[in-house]
């Protein structure tokens, strides 16, 4: 059973910028893939950004161009930079990775407010 354990949320003004840390109990290059999702209470959790083991991403059109994930392959790290950030963005954010199941994290608070 592979371990993710999410960190970095927290209450940020509009505007702000938030850097989320995945922690993985594998090298994070043994995955298929890995995402961020989240999910507003209420709502369905959504994908918002995605990586292959290749290294392709795709992002949710409401984050284009604000988040970007990333790796680190010496940390066994899953990363998501979130900039220029919106009240909408608020929401609970999970950690995804696909090796030989799914795997999730138990999430991390992001609250947008001023």
């Known amino acids: 059973q592979v371990q993710l354990v999410e960190s970095g949320g927290g209450l940020v003004q509009p505007g702000g910028s938030l850097r989320l840390s995945c922690a993985a109990s594998?090298?994070?290059?043994?995955?298929?893939?890995m995402a961020w999702y989240r999910q507003d209470p209420g709502k369905e959790r959504e994908l918002v950004a995605r990586?292959?083991?290749?290294?392709?991403?795709n992002y949710a059109d409401s984050v284009k161009g604000r988040f970007t994930i990333s790796r680190d392959y010496a940390k066994n790290t899953l990363y998501l930079q979130m900039n220029s950030l919106k009240p909408e963005d608020t929401a609970v954010y999970y950690c995804?990775?696909?090796?030989?199941?799914?795997?999730w994290g138990k999430g991390t608070l992001v609250t947008i407010s001023s």
């Open positions: 594998r090298g994070v290059f043994s995955f298929n893939s």
């Open positions: 995804y990775a696909n090796y030989d199941m799914d795997s």
């Open positions: 990586i292959t083991r290749g290294g392709i991403t």
